[in-house]
C-alpha cells in the first residue's frame, strides 16, 4: 500500500471539512467566517458557525467514516463486491422505526424521539437477522435474512405513508427518507457519535479477521478465527454506525459500495489495509457531497440521500456491467 494513502486522504478530509464549515448561503467571506467561529463574539455569525455548520461538518465525517469502513467490512465479510451496508436491512429498519416516530407524533413530543427510535429499530434488525441466521448461519444466510428484512422494512414504509392521514405529515416523512444534514445540532452529534465512534472500534478489530478469511471459511477457522464472533460483531457493528447515521441523517447510501471500490486497488485488495482508508474516504466522500448540495442548487432543498443516489446508481450498474464482461471474457 502506497504510505502516502492515508496522508493524503486524512489531508482531504481536513480540507474538505474546512470548506464544509466555510460554505453557506449567507454567502460570508472565509476570514470573517473563520473570526466568528474562532473568536466568538455572540454575534449572528457566531451562532451559525458553531451551532450549525460545525455540528453538521462533524456529522458528515462521523457518518460518512463510518458508512465507509462498514462497506468494507461487509464486502470483506461477504466476499463480495456488491455488498454494501444496506443489504442486511438496517438501515430500512433503522429508516422505519425513524418514520414511525413521525407519524405517531412522538417526534414532535420529545426532541430525540426521532433519532431514538431510528437506533432501536436498527437494533431490532440485528436480532432479527442473529435469530434468522441461527448460530451457525453463513454468509448466504445472512445475506437471505438481511433481504428478507429489508423487504419487511421497505413494506412497513410504504404501509405508514399509504394510511397517513394526514399529507404535511407523509411530505415530512418522504423528505426525511431523502437523506439531510441541514439543520442537525449537537444534540444529534452527541447522540449518533457514541455509537458511531463504538461501532467503527468494533469492526476495525476484526481487520486480521477479514484478511483471513479470504482464504475461505474453512481455512479461517483452522488459523483461530471463530466465525461466529465474527459474524456477531460485523453485525454489532454495522448496526451501531448505519443505524446512528439514518437515525439523524435519513437514508444515505451508496457510499459503502462505492468507497471501498475506488481504493481497493490501493491496498492491493488487503481487507485489513482496506479498512481505515475506507472509512477516511467515506468522511471525504460525504463532506464532498454535503457541500454539492449546498453549492448546485442553492436556492432549492437539494437532498443529500438523492445526490448520492444519482451518483451511485450508475455505479452499481457499472459493476454489474464489469463483473459480466469478466465473467464472458
Known amino acids: 500500500m502506497n504510505r502516502l494513502l492515508i496522508p493524503t486522504l ?16 449567507a454567502g460570508v467571506p472565509a476570514i470573517d467566517s473563520l473570526s466568528a467561529l474562532i473568536r466568538g463574539d455572540g454575534g449572528p455569525m457566531t451562532l451559525v458557525m458553531r451551532e450549525l455548520r460545525l455540528p453538521r461538518a462533524v456529522l458528515a465525517a462521523a457518518i460518512g467514516a463510518g458508512l465507509g469502513l462498514s462497506g468494507a467490512v461487509m464486502q470483506g465479510y461477504l466476499r463480495n463486491p456488491l455488498a454494501e451496508p444496506g443489504l442486511l436491512g438496517v438501515s430500512g429498519a433503522a429508516a422505519l422505526g425513524a418514520v414511525l416516530a413521525l407519524q405517531t407524533g412522538l417526534a414532535g413530543a420529545m426532541a430525540l424521539a426521532l433519532p431514538l427510535s431510528g437506533l432501536a429499530g436498527a437494533f431490532v434488525a440485528v436480532l432479527v437477522l442473529a435469530l434468522l441466521a441461527g448460530p451457525a448461519g453463513g454468509a448466504l444466510t445472512l445475506i437471505l ?3 428478507g428484512v429489508s423487504a419487511l422494512s421497505g413494506a412497513g414504509l410504504a404501509l405508514v405513508l399509504n394510511l397517513s392521514p394526514d399529507p404535511f405529515a407523509a411530505q415530512e416523512i418522504v423528505f426525511w427518507l431523502m437523506g ?21 472500534a468494533l469492526l476495525l478489530t476484526q481487520a486480521r479477521a477479514l484478511s483471513v478469511l479470504t482464504l475461505g471459511e474453512d481455512a479461517a477457522a483452522s488459523m483461530g478465527v471463530s466465525l461466529g464472533r ?41 481487507p485489513a ?22 453549492l448546485i442548487l442553492p436556492g432549492r432543498d437539494l437532498k443529500l440521500g438523492v445526490l448520492l443516489a ?20
Not at 481536513?14 to 453557506?24: D, N
Not at 439531510?180 to 467503527?200: E, M
Request: hydrophobic share 65%.
Open 10 to 25: 486524512a489531508v482531504l478530509v481536513g480540507l474538505l471539512f474546512l470548506a464544509s464549515i466555510l460554505i453557506g448561503p
Open 145 to 147: 435474512a438481511g433481504i
Open 180 to 200: 439531510s444534514l441541514a439543520d442537525r445540532s449537537w444534540s444529534h452529534v452527541a447522540l449518533a457519535l457514541p455509537f458511531i465512534a463504538l461501532g467503527c
Open 230 to 270: 465474527l459474524r456477531g460483531v460485523v453485525l454489532l457493528g454495522t448496526a451501531a454506525v448505519v443505524g446512528a447515521g439514518t437515525a439523524v441523517a435519513g437514508s444515505i447510501g451508496f457510499i459503502g459500495l462505492m468507497v471501498p471500490h475506488f481504493l481497493r486497488r490501493a491496498t492491493r485488495g488487503d
Open 273 to 294: 489495509r482496506l479498512l481505515p482508508v475506507s472509512a477516511l474516504g467515506g468522511a471525504a466522500l460525504l463532506l464532498a457531497a454535503d457541500i454539492a448540495v449546498r
Open 310 to 329: 444519482i451518483l451511485g446508481a450508475p455505479f452499481f450498474l457499472l459493476l454489474i456491467l464489469r463483473a459480466r464482461f469478466a465473467q464472458n471474457a
